[in-house]
């Protein structure tokens, strides 16, 4: 009995190291992917949940990567290489413990790169609420590292370049119009011009009719209002964006930066035509549009924080009309921007939306979304906009006048006249031209004349002047004393101006 007993226990001893063997040799390996709800660590800065995290998931620092080098920001940890590379088979959150909480007026966003050298791309973390470590879904895996971004510096940054630009980059180097046959263009014409930098201009014919030609000299749009001239011929790049065109009807029209506009001016005789350029209405929500725009353009493309280019050129100008052109196709944007009922918050909050700029800049909106919501970046795009009215308002008016002349019978009139007394040694000409206008020469001063009839009267208008004093708007009487002799007369002016080397001519130096 007893060997039987043994026996058994023997036997069933090695049934049981048997059973026991044979499992050990046909256990399947762990599942690839696991379902991880609470935070695993993975490297010694960053921890992985989702639901389905790779069982051989990795983070480890590597001491070879170059971290991104983006203005205005730095990194809050070593940059990690999370193995295995390659896409994931569903996004899993990752969280990088920083160096140091990040600071309040800073932001976070995650660099990532297939390669330890770069390039970099941007995604969108969010902060934990210690603001310790920064939380990304990630859906594939590769080279990691977070950065922080000074908004406040960025800010300061934007605020500085914005006003230096203002102070002395408020023109651009456009090209002057040109103008055929202008002598032609003049006869019987007088055009004269107010203003300091903002226009540049021409007069003269173009398939047998005047035109006047101007081109913007200015960084920004300027409103044109227009009194007697024909519908404008635009010419440029504004056309190719049909927003930009049909913006400004009726008498108004909008002069973008670098553009060229021919204006129709063959008037009718003692008609006049005005053209004034000022900084406002569609013009001022354009700058502001258009700033806004340049910002994001320049952090985007280079990651400078500058709202003011220096040296703006025509190929840049059209890119950013082209963001304008996108922002004014939103209809909130294009209600927002109308200046008959303008608010600065409310027009940058129609036109830069998250939607927007996301679709507009891709994954660089990651940092530009941001900028766009945080407080005093828009306080200073509302109040930086004043300063901008205030400098230019007084810099961009201009104003460009064309009269055509009344068919003036000027006969016995026409000709230079010439003053004539030894006793004043400066000379003084008296110059009538055909077209009705003349010029009044005491010195180096020139006062412009523009010669009219009033019944059978001839009197003479002053329209503009070089030297001399003031008399603009200054009317003289011009009568015909004799076939040698012009007076012109008015309260405290009595002057006789003579043909040279005509006998009164002689008599008046002689006797005077």
Request: overall charge neutral; proline content about 6%.
């Amino acid at each position: 009995m007893r060997r039987a007993v043994k026996a058994s226990a023997a036997g069933l001893m090695a049934i049981v190291i048997g059973v026991t063997g044979c499992s050990s040799k046909h256990d399947p390996k762990p599942a690839e992917y696991t379902n991880v709800t609470q935070p695993r660590q993975i490297g010694e800065h960053v921890f992985v949940t989702g639901p389905q995290v790779h069982r051989d998931m990795k983070a480890a620092p590597d001491t070879s990567a170059k971290s991104p080098q983006m203005p205005l920001t730095r990194p809050l940890a070593p940059v990690q290489h999370l193995t295995p590379d390659g896409p994931l088979k569903a996004p899993v959150k990752l969280e990088f413990k920083l160096d140091q909480a990040v600071p309040a007026g800073s932001m976070v966003v995650m660099a990532t790169a297939e390669s330890p050298t770069g390039p970099w791309t941007l995604t969108e973390s969010q902060l934990s609420p210690d603001r310790k470590s920064a939380f990304v879904e990630a859906p594939h895996l590769s080279w990691w590292v977070p950065l922080v971004v000074d908004l406040q510096a960025l800010v300061k940054a934007i605020n500085d370049d914005f006003y230096g630009g203002l102070s002395g980059n408020l023109t651009t180097q456009a090209d002057e119009p040109e103008c055929q046959d202008k002598k032609k263009a003049d006869e019987g014409f007088s055009i004269s011009s107010e203003g300091k930098i903002a226009l540049m201009w021409c007069f003269g014919m173009q398939d047998g009719k005047r035109v006047l030609k101007v081109v913007n000299r200015m960084r920004y749009p300027l409103q044109l209002d227009r009194s007697g001239l024909g519908d404008p011929i635009r010419k440029g790049f504004v056309l190719e964006f049909q927003q930009l065109a049909r913006i400004g009807s009726g008498e108004q029209t909008i002069i973008f930066p670098f553009e060229e506009i021919v204006f129709p001016a063959d008037l009718k005789p003692a008609q006049n035509g005005k053209l004034h350029a000022e900084f406002s209405g569609w013009a001022f929500t354009f700058a502001q549009l258009e700033t806004t725009a340049t910002l994001l353009l320049n952090i985007a493309s280079r990651g400078k924080a500058s709202a003011m280019e220096k040296g703006l050129t025509v190929s840049r100008y059209t890119e950013i009309a082209a963001k304008v052109n996108e922002l004014l196709m939103i209809p909130d944007c294009l209600a927002a921007a109308n200046p008959k009922d303008f608010n600065a918050g409310k027009l940058i909050g129609a036109c830069f939306k998250d939607e927007w700029i996301k679709e507009a800049f891709g994954w660089k909106s990651y940092l530009l979304v941001p900028l766009m919501t945080f407080g005093p970046l828009l306080e200073f795009l509302r109040s930086s906009f004043n300063a901008v009215f205030d400098i230019m308002n007084g810099r961009a008016k201009y104003q460009i006048t064309l009269r055509r002349e009344e068919s003036l019978d000027l006969r016995g009139f026409v000709g230079q006249w010439e003053f004539n007394c030894p006793l004043v040694a400066t000379p003084r000409f008296l110059t009538i031209r055909t077209n009705g206008t003349a010029d009044w020469v005491d010195g180096e001063a020139l006062w412009r004349l523009r010669l009219y009839r009033t019944g059978s009267e001839l009197y003479g208008k002053v329209v503009s002047q070089v030297n001399g004093i003031d008399r603009i708007g200054f009317v003289v009487h011009v009568v015909k004393q004799g076939p040698d002799v012009v007076e012109l007369a008015a309260e405290g002016l009595y002057d006789l101006f003579y043909r040279p080397q005509s006998q009164a001519w002689r008599d008046a130096g002689a006797s005077c």
